[in-house]
């Protein structure tokens, strides 16, 4: 079995963290993960203070393992989340969007393991410099905030700029991703998309349909003029946001255009409204699974994988 310091560190069976993915990643789906071995995470997002304590108590209600909780920095209701978390003593924070520096001090003398998701060699280096525990290097092909540099190009540079375990992100859906990503030096994967098709993910039937429908060329960028790119599934809505954006609409006008836009997917599956986040490996996924049998594939899968590396050296 596959094991590495992740798996020490924070008392998980395998080296697999579920991405924190807004309104998407609640509680039954972080303890569905946490149950399978992994680490289940549950998004803040945009959500206040309360909803994330709710849905760490039902987490809570439905495993002992550790569980952790993903902030989005530029939600309104960030500095509100940051208390929650010590106030209900989760085990991990993942950070996105942003710098978490203003609250690591204050999350690490709680006890809790501090991982922020890092697209820059800069930004690694800070969050070392700052105590936490591990990063999350997350490549452009990820679903939701994205970044310029891809999974295969940062994973390496955020490796050596760092003594702190790296888990890998973007890009990454089965055993040979997770093999590979060991090979670049990460100690571990997160996975978005693939836990959009767990049983555990309640997202809207619609949506599910859409990821395991998905073809390669299945994505698309939006935002970049905004200064926060999202990759989403190319719906009616990312190609009318697309037009907007470089038609000229005001940045006022084109920040209305999007809100609620994931909600109106998560929960109601809408066509023309409804903004899907999608990695691109969405075309990899085939099925509706529990969590628990995901991340069983995914660690069967890379343990030949691996095991074949040794061909390539005479």
């Known amino acids: 079995m596959i094991k590495s310091e992740i798996c020490e560190l924070l008392g998980i069976t395998y ?30 997002g945009n959500a206040p203070g309360d909803y994330v304590r709710e849905q760490i108590q039902i987490a809570r209600s439905l495993t002992e393992k550790p569980i952790g909780v993903n902030i989005m920095l530029l939600s309104p209701f960030a500095d509100e989340v940051a208390q929650v978390v010590i106030e209900e003593k989760v085990n991990v924070v993942t950070t996105g969007a942003g710098n978490p520096s203003k609250y690591i001090k204050d999350w690490k003398a709680a006890g809790i393991h501090v991982i922020p998701v890092v697209a820059s060699v800069a930004l690694a280096k800070l969050m070392t410099r700052l105590g936490a525990s591990a990063l999350i290097a997350e490549g452009g092909e990820s679903g939701g905030h994205v970044g310029e540099l891809t999974t295969m190009v940062l994973v390496p540079q955020i490796c050596d700029a760092t003594t702190l375990p790296v888990i890998a992100a973007g890009g990454i ?13 990460a100690c571990g994967v997160q996975m978005g998309t693939r836990f959009l098709s767990a049983e555990e993910c309640s997202i809207h039937a619609s949506y599910k349909e859409k990821i395991i429908k998905a073809t390669d060329l299945c994505t698309m960028v939006t935002g970049k003029r905004l200064g926060h790119p999202v990759r989403s599934l190319r719906t009616q809505f990312a190609r009318d946001y697309s037009k907007a954006e470089y038609g000229g609409m005001p940045d006022e006008e084109l920040e209305m255009l999007g809100n609620g836009a994931l909600r109106l997917a998560v929960q109601k599956g809408d066509d023309k409204k409804g903004c899907f986040l999608s990695g691109q490996v969405a075309a990899m996924v085939k099925q509706e699974q529990p969590a628990g049998e995901i991340i069983k594939e995914v660690m069967e899968g890379a343990e030949p994988v691996l095991r074949r590396a040794s061909q390539w050296v005479k």
């Not at 859906?173 to 670049?184: N, Q, S, V």
């Open 173 to 185: 859906a089965d055993g040979r991703g997770f093999a590979a990503a060991l090979m670049l030096g």
């Open 15 to 44: 080296p697999i963290f579920q991405g924190g993915m807004a309104w998407i990643a609640d509680g039954k789906l972080a303890a569905a993960v946490s149950e399978g071995g992994g680490l289940g995470i549950i998004a803040a």
